[in-house]
């Protein structure tokens, strides 16, 4: 057992938990942030996709403990049903999710993308990114149609930014 | 109407909580005092299990329990049902072995659960289930059915001689030969459909809790039919009668029929929970859905089609071999039976069909519906069969598929549907335009000058949806009625609760079911809830498969709306004094047509409840519940087209193109049924391109978890173009078909067909993974090169 | 996952002695491969040693002699991301870019990757073909020295992989056809030519891991074109049959891919 600190959300939380607990267990049982999911052991379907230190990691395939004094961000805390993010609007008006189990982890997944690689991302480019998160209702139509507006609307907010 | 009515594409209701982690999934449920089952499962494929030993497990620290098959029977749990009755050809019932929850004598499947432990954590009921040591003496084991019909094969079930479930037919067989007799040409082909693992995203989850006090239980599960659960566990389970026992069905991740069926895990934690005393939250890892949620397909088939000279189809002979694993899950006997053979006739006029199905045990995980649930495997082997004859026979496939259309409806199939409406010439003419098949020879040789291979290929499908009606179906065996409920609840203030017994695990209910609202009393979606997938709360319901929520669920509304709209109309003519057949209702409001007298629905409403100036002898309150039984299946049907390209080095097939014209009849809300289609046609892609269970021979799924099992990824496939025509369903009010399945039924022949076209090949089994494309093509070159 | 009990090292010398107290340690850098090892339940190491926020394994650097010193706690991303790499290496630049998927390239190590030597992994080929040394806290390695067999290397129980370091190169290239499924390469053929010679490596098709194409070395030595491999196969013998395809059919695939990186390069 140890005891882990980090930042959730911008918000300071600790636990103590066993060495073997997962942030993705941690984010869910200890912080009740049940907004990332877990779908498979293999650390390929992205259901569990979280911001740790700015990068989108598989909270599956992490210790929480290796996330200790790190800056984590969930789904919980890219927008809210007041104020969403782009991406997540643009998933909204593009009927890009169904079921919604994978959406989070597509929408983690996205946000991370279009930080990375920049706005205006095309379909292939949007399609190959998306190998590390699998969905099983969409056939992916929506999904690709929904990451490109959205990185062409961020491209947008950056150009009006400038 | 509003603009929130049907055929907008109303933006879905569900989708904010979902995108900002809102959503409230069974795994997301968290009771006070809840403890964690971890199941301990058979390593082996068929085995005797000589003993449980648990001492050692139930010294770990946190555990609490652990049980086994023999507590479960003792405590009267009831072994698991099969809900449709098959009788084989000779009269005889279908031969059912027993399937306990926790098996303690035999086990027959890798994954079957023996016994479940229940200890504080998660981890510390893993870890004591590794502690539980079970001493197994292992069995023979048949993995392929075409090895459980053989002499001297093992046997799995004592009731099962031979391990034969049945020897089912339909059809004239002596009508059917005579056409055979008398053809000009006759093509036959040996066809295989896939085993799949269905593998919704989220794992299957219960969490059970009983309340002693009351002797009552709540099950909070992935399900896509509550009430049918609630119904089972009752009535055949034993775990309670249904009024001390409550089902919910939150949020679910996606179905595909894995989640119909009532599973060993949920009723061992129901009953786990009042041996413990403490609620009992199980959660299935993506290794266990692999092992225990039921598959899909895994037929054999041979068929048979025969032409006359003017290349007309005069009959069709299909043998069928099914494997329904090592225990017949609830509907595993209906799939390759009624919701197979009935649809061997496709979209084509044909006069004489026969088909045989046979069904076996084998040492694998149980099969049951899968999106599309035997329409696929049928739409396979006929789409699979119009490909070839043509080519035999060298005709254009699309001339061909027209030449024997049926045109004219009803249409009476020698396998009893009857085909109540469409227009296959349109679907097929919509599909073609759309990916330029005129054009589809340039394009072929702007491939073959850049080396690769193209091919076209397209499949004319037709299903039946909605699985009904009650009496229909009661006639073939099923154990249930299949008919939907709804409840119209009109509050005081106007808003709107529908209580459906429908359940949505993706397909947009919320929004969809709010249209009709939207549609009848020009009130804004926004003013409805619909209220699903919880027993204490809505009437009954049959839940959601089969394409069935659109035809049947909301049909129910209808009629229910259509009392609610009556007994509105009533108080609005009494408070006007005006006649009730000059009430008009627009925009929220009921008006006297002609005058400008009005009244808001709001007022209405209020007034119902007020009851202080009603009709004489009428009720108060607004609320108005209705049970649809609809008088026919529906038809959807369709063109898919797809257009591959091969790497004819490594083998790799690239679907360039995939055009999908569907007619579903009256459409609610065509942004969803899009996105029904996107994503059924991944999954049939999927079948035809990627997915495979493969066993080894002692029984092991070698294809286990995503790092072996190929899951359809977004570069896997391409954006899709979708056309649609429209003929009513004339069996229900608002002319629905159902969409969910059909990309998933129409898609592997068509991308097999093309596959074929390219690669110059009749035969070919799915999946065309590169290795067995590009093996094809290495046999091919030898096959050439030898002549 | 069985109980562990979990460190996190902040200098190679403090991993070393961490890892000597265990009673059955292991080395934790990115996880990518060892965490999901350890969930399935299939590893079972008493202590888990973290390299990961270890400063001096990181970063990546271009030497004097034109050479890449790549940290080993440098993760997947940053090589692929590094335009010292992409410049010098454009072969094994292109190669991180393809491991796992972005997200496991966030986690992921070069480090991690070799001392674990899967047999699919990508990272193994670049380092044979590139001729690499790797840098361990005792000595150095060559790469035809260091992968011994699936999943096997020359490292001593308490050796950590501190950099790996690359010549400079003239041409190099990558072509790797993934595992429909796991995405893992069926065959990756990394092909250069620069100090150490024309080398051609191969990962995802060997049963006993990583290994050269001599032949086609040979070949490349007097004609650097596709056509120079295109009629040489390595035997089916050796290579690996699964559901995913027979040992012919990678041996097809080796041949394949490395026209395409002869190509590419």
């Known amino acids: 057992?140890?005891?882990?600190?980090?930042?959730?959300?911008?918000?300071?939380?600790?636990?103590?938990?066993?060495?073997?607990?997962?942030?993705?267990?941690?984010?869910?049982?200890?912080?009740?942030?049940?907004?990332?999911?877990?779908?498979?052991?293999?650390?390929?379907?992205?259901?569990?996709?979280?911001?740790?230190?700015?990068?989108?990691?598989?909270?599956?395939?992490?210790?929480?403990?290796?996330?200790?004094?790190?800056?984590?961000?969930?789904?919980?805390?890219?927008?809210?049903?007041?104020?969403?993010?782009?991406?997540?609007?643009?998933?909204?008006?593009?009927?890009?999710?169904?079921?919604?189990f994978c959406t989070p982890g597509m929408i983690m997944s996205a946000i991370d993308m279009i930080n990375r690689l920049g706005p205006n991302l095309d379909e292939d480019t949007i399609r190959h990114e998306l190998e590390g998160n699998i969905c099983r209702c969409t056939g992916y139509h929506n999904i690709v149609k929904a990451i490109k507006q959205a990185s062409e609307e961020m491209a947008d907010v950056l150009e009006a930014a400038e | 109407m509003t603009s929130e009515g049907i055929g907008a594409r109303v933006l879905r209701k569900e989708d904010k909580r979902f995108i900002t982690g809102n959503g409230n999934y069974t795994d997301d449920v968290k009771l006070p005092r809840m403890g964690y089952a971890a199941f301990v499962r058979s390593p082996h494929a068929h085995a005797k299990v000589r003993s449980i030993k648990?001492?050692?497990?139930?010294?770990?620290?946190?555990?609490?329990?652990?049980?086994?098959?023999?507590?479960?029977?003792?405590?009267?749990?009831?072994?698991?049902?099969?809900?449709?009755?098959?009788?084989?050809?000779?009269?005889?019932?279908?031969?059912?072995?027993?399937?306990?929850?926790?098996?303690?004598?035999?086990?027959?499947?890798?994954?079957?659960?023996?016994?479940?432990?229940?200890?504080?954590?998660?981890?510390?009921?893993?870890?004591?289930?590794?502690?539980?040591?079970?001493?197994?003496?292992?069995?023979?084991?048949?993995?392929?059915?075409?090895?459980?019909?053989?002499?001297?094969?093992?046997?799995?079930?004592?009731?099962?001689?031979?391990?034969?479930?049945?020897?089912?037919?339909?059809?004239?067989e002596a009508a059917t030969n005579a056409a055979f007799d008398s053809a000009k040409t006759i093509v036959s082909m040996d066809i295989d459909n896939n085993r799949l693992v269905p593998n919704p995203m989220e794992p299957r989850s219960a969490v059970a809790s009983f309340d002693a006090a009351e002797e009552h239980y709540t099950l909070y599960t992935t399900s896509q039919n509550p009430h049918v659960a609630r119904l089972v566990l009752s009535a055949f389970y034993n775990v309670a009668p249904e009024h001390k026992l409550r089902v919910i069905a939150p949020d679910v991740g996606g179905g595909f029929g894995s989640k119909i069926y009532i599973y060993p895990e949920e009723i061992a934690c129901l009953w786990a929970s009042k041996r413990v005393g403490r609620p009992v939250k199980w959660t299935s890892d993506r290794t266990e859905a692999f092992l225990t949620d039921a598959h899909g397909r895994d037929h054999h088939s041979t068929a048979e089609m025969a032409l006359d000279e003017n290349n007309r189809i005069t009959g069709l002979r299909v043998n069928t071999l099914a494997n329904l694993g090592a225990y017949m899950s609830l509907f595993s006997s209906s799939v390759p039976t009624y919701l197979y053979a009935t649809l061997l006739s496709g979209q084509y006029n044909i006069p004489?069909?026969?088909?045989?199905?046979?069904?076996?045990?084998?040492?694998?995980?149980?099969?049951?519906?899968?999106?599309?649930?035997?329409?696929?495997?049928?739409?396979?082997?006929?789409?699979?069969?119009?490909?070839?004859?043509?080519?035999?026979?060298g005709m254009d496939p699309a001339d061909f598929r027209r030449l024997n259309f049926v045109t004219e409806f009803p249409h009476q199939t020698p396998v009893i549907m009857c085909y109540d409406a469409g227009d296959y010439d349109?679907?097929?003419?919509?599909?073609?335009?759309?990916?330029?098949?005129?054009?589809?020879?340039?394009?072929?040789?702007?491939?073959?000058?850049?080396?690769?291979?193209?091919?076209?290929?397209?499949?004319?499908?037709?299903?039946?949806?909605?699985?009904?009606?009650?009496?229909?179906?009661?006639?073939?065996?099923?154990?249930?009625?299949?008919?939907?409920?709804?409840?119209?609840?009109?509050?005081?203030?106007?808003?709107?609760?529908?209580?459906?017994?429908?359940?949505?695990?993706?397909?947009?209910?919320?929004t969809t079911f709010s249209q009709l609202i939207a549609e009848r009393f020009g009130l804004p979606t926004d003013n409805v809830a619909i209220v699903h997938g919880d027993t204490d709360k809505v009437q009954f319901g049959m839940g959601t498969y089969g394409s069935r929520s659109g035809a049947v669920g909301m049909s129910a509304i209808v009629k229910a709306l259509d009392k609610v709209e009556d007994k509105a109309k009533r108080i609005a003519a009494h408070l006007m004094e005006a006649s009730e057949g000059d009430i008009e209702i627009e925009n929220g409001e009921l008006?006297?047509?002609?005058?400008?007298?009005?009244?808001?629905?709001?007022?209405?409403?209020?007034?119902?409840?007020?009851?202080?100036?009603?009709?004489?002898?009428?009720?108060?309150?607004?609320?108005?519940?209705?049970?649809?039984?609809?008088?026919?299946?529906?038809?959807?049907?369709?063109?898919?087209?797809?257009?591959?390209?091969?790497?004819?080095?490594?083998?790799?097939?690239?679907?360039?193109?995939?055009?999908?014209?569907?007619?579903?009849?009256?459409?609610?809300?065509?942004?969803?049924?899009?996105?029904?289609?996107?994503?059924?046609?991944?999954?049939?892609?999927?079948q035809a391109l990627l997915e495979n269970a493969a066993y080894d021979e002692d029984g092991q799924l070698l294809s286990a978890s995503y790092m072996d099992y190929t899951m359809p990824r977004a570069d896997d496939v391409p954006s899709f173009k979708l056309e649609t025509t429209v003929t009513e369903c004339p069996g229900n009010p608002l002319g629905m078909k159902g969409c969910g399945e059909a990309g998933a039924i129409g898609s592997p022949p068509a991308v097999i067909n093309a596959i074929t076209d390219a690669l110059g090949v009749e035969d070919f089994a799915m999946p065309a993974s590169p290795s067995r494309v590009w093996q094809a093509l290495q046999q091919k070159g030898m096959k050439e090169a030898a002549e | 996952m069985y109980e562990t009990t979990y460190h996190k090292a902040s200098s190679v010398s403090e991993a070393v002695d961490l890892l000597k107290k265990a009673d059955d340690g292991k080395l934790l850098s990115g996880g990518q491969t060892l965490i999901p090892t350890m969930k399935q339940r299939l590893a079972a190491p008493s202590d888990l040693i973290d390299l990961r926020q270890i400063d001096e394994l990181k970063g990546i650097s271009r030497q004097s002699d034109g050479s890449i010193r790549i940290g080993a706690a440098t993760c997947h991303a940053d090589v692929a991301g590094s335009a010292d790499v992409k410049e010098a290496l454009p072969g094994l630049a292109a190669l991180a870019g393809k491991i796992g998927d972005p997200h496991v390239r966030h986690m992921g190590t070069?480090?991690?990757?070799?001392?674990?030597?899967?047999?699919?992994?990508?990272?193994?080929?670049?380092?044979?073909?590139?001729?690499?040394?790797?840098?361990?806290?005792?000595?150095?390695?060559?790469?035809?020295?260091?992968?011994?067999?699936?999943?096997?290397?020359?490292?001593?129980?308490?050796e950590i992989v501190t950099a790996i370091v690359f010549p400079a190169t003239e041409k190099s290239a990558y072509a790797k056809f993934p595992n429909p499924a796991s995405r893992y390469a069926m065959a990756g053929v990394f092909v250069a030519k620069g100090a150490n010679g024309t080398r051609v490596a191969v990962t995802g098709a060997g049963q006993d891991g990583v290994f050269r194409v001599k032949e086609m070395e040979t070949a490349l030595n007097g004609s650097w074109s596709p056509d120079a491999v295109a009629s040489i196969s390595v035997s089916a013998d050796d290579l690996i049959s699964d559901i995913h395809g027979s040992s012919e059919y990678r041996a097809n695939l080796v041949t394949v891919m490395a026209k395409r990186a002869v190509a590419a390069a």
């Open chain 1, 1 to 100: 057992m140890g005891q882990v600190t980090m930042t959730v959300n911008g918000k300071t939380v600790s636990g103590t938990v066993e060495d073997r607990t997962l942030l993705s267990t941690f984010i869910r049982e200890n912080l009740a942030l049940t907004g990332t999911h877990v779908g498979c052991d293999t650390s390929q379907c992205g259901a569990c996709l979280v911001h740790v230190d700015g990068k989108a990691v598989k909270s599956c395939t992490m210790l929480a403990a290796q996330a200790n004094g790190g800056a984590v961000t969930t789904i919980e805390g890219v927008g809210t049903p007041a104020e969403l993010h782009p991406v997540q609007k643009a998933f909204k008006e593009n009927h890009g999710l169904q079921c919604g």
């Open chain 2, 54 to 172: 648990t001492d050692a497990a139930l010294a770990m620290p946190g555990v609490d329990a652990v049980l086994n098959g023999h507590q479960l029977v003792a405590d009267g749990i009831g072994n698991i049902i099969c809900g449709w009755m098959i009788h084989s050809k000779d009269g005889s019932p279908m031969n059912m072995g027993q399937w306990r929850a926790l098996e303690s004598e035999t086990v027959r499947f890798v994954g079957q659960a023996v016994a479940v432990v229940v200890a504080d954590t998660l981890q510390q009921a893993m870890d004591a289930a590794e502690a539980v040591e079970v001493d197994y003496e292992e069995l023979p084991v048949i993995v392929d059915s075409r090895d459980a019909l053989k002499e001297g094969a093992p046997q799995l079930h004592p009731e099962a001689p031979g391990n034969l479930i049945f020897d089912w037919e339909i059809g004239e």
């Open chain 2, 352 to 393: 004489n069909i026969y088909a045989n199905v046979k069904t076996v045990y084998t040492n694998t995980t149980p099969v049951d519906a899968y999106r599309g649930a035997g329409r696929p495997e049928a739409t396979y082997v006929i789409e699979r069969m119009m490909e070839t004859a043509a080519r035999q026979i």
């Open chain 2, 426 to 510: 349109a679907s097929l003419n919509a599909a073609m335009k759309a990916i330029d098949y005129a054009g589809f020879a340039s394009r072929r040789a702007q491939s073959e000058a850049n080396g690769k291979l193209r091919g076209i290929g397209m499949s004319c499908y037709i299903e039946a949806c909605g699985i009904a009606p009650s009496q229909a179906v009661g006639s073939l065996g099923a154990g249930v009625g299949l008919w939907e409920s709804a409840e119209v609840r009109v509050n005081p203030v106007g808003t709107i609760e529908v209580l459906t017994g429908s359940h949505s695990h993706g397909q947009g209910h919320e």
């Open chain 2, 591 to 686: 008006k006297v047509a002609g005058t400008d007298k009005k009244l808001s629905f709001t007022e209405i409403a209020l007034a119902a409840y007020t009851a202080h100036n009603l009709p004489e002898g009428m009720e108060p309150g607004l609320k108005e519940s209705a049970f649809y039984d609809p008088t026919n299946f529906t038809f959807p049907a369709g063109t898919h087209i797809c257009e591959v390209e091969i790497d004819p080095d490594t083998g790799k097939v690239e679907v360039v193109n995939f055009v999908a014209a569907d007619d579903f009849g009256t459409i609610i809300n065509p942004m969803i049924v899009e996105g029904q289609v996107h994503g059924g046609l991944v999954q049939g892609i999927g």
């Open chain 3, 110 to 158: 070069i480090g991690g990757s070799i001392a674990n030597n899967d047999p699919a992994a990508d990272y193994p080929s670049a380092l044979l073909a590139l001729g690499a040394s790797i840098e361990t806290n005792k000595r150095e390695f060559t790469a035809d020295d260091f992968f011994t067999g699936m999943f096997e290397t020359a490292l001593d129980e308490d």
